[in-house]
């Protein structure tokens, strides 16, 4: 069976086709309306040098084994490091790391100069002032659409205090506490 593609072809034009009803951008900004948690991503690669990239695409799958997963577009440039790197380390982003979020998402000589890190166990930078870091042992990936799901075995985590940078709307945001009614 194909995947439907997506087009900016309307539905009556794309009748018989196996084209969804909606438009790239729609499905884009559909995503949107779901706010996610800002993320830096490392890696070493064989040579030593780090990989890091910005990932929104973070979520937790299990709690026995305690699993994450993640995805990065298949074409990207780190792609072979975090195939071939048997560990990796989850940065999960403060509400003021915005600028790291910026560097982890552009392209950058070096993006890891002048960048705070302490190495952990899985030998990959642990950004500091982050409000979290997951140590993943590498699972499994897998090529799914335009991106390679990623699954990691968490082998250690810490936290600290402090308000994480989320993504929504098309831009950075952070969580504010609704009261909750009573019941």
Known sequence: MR???LSSTPPDAAAGRDTPPFSERQFRDALAQFA???????ARAADGRYAGFTA????ALSLDPPLVLWSLDWRSNTLATFEHAPRYVV???AHDQIELAH?????????????NYRLGRAQAPLIEGCVAWFECRHFSHQ???DHVLFVGEVESCERRPGVGL??????FATAQELPVPPI
């Open 56 to 59: 929104n695409s973070f979520n």
């Open 36 to 42: 996610t948690g800002v993320t830096v991503i490392c």
């Open 166 to 171: 989320i993504f929504a709307h098309g831009g």
């Open 3 to 5: 995947r439907p593609r």
């Open 91 to 93: 940065n999960v982003l």
């Open 103 to 115: 560097r982890f998402s552009r392209p950058h000589k070096d993006r890891f100069a002048g960048v």
């Open 143 to 145: 090529r799914v659409g």
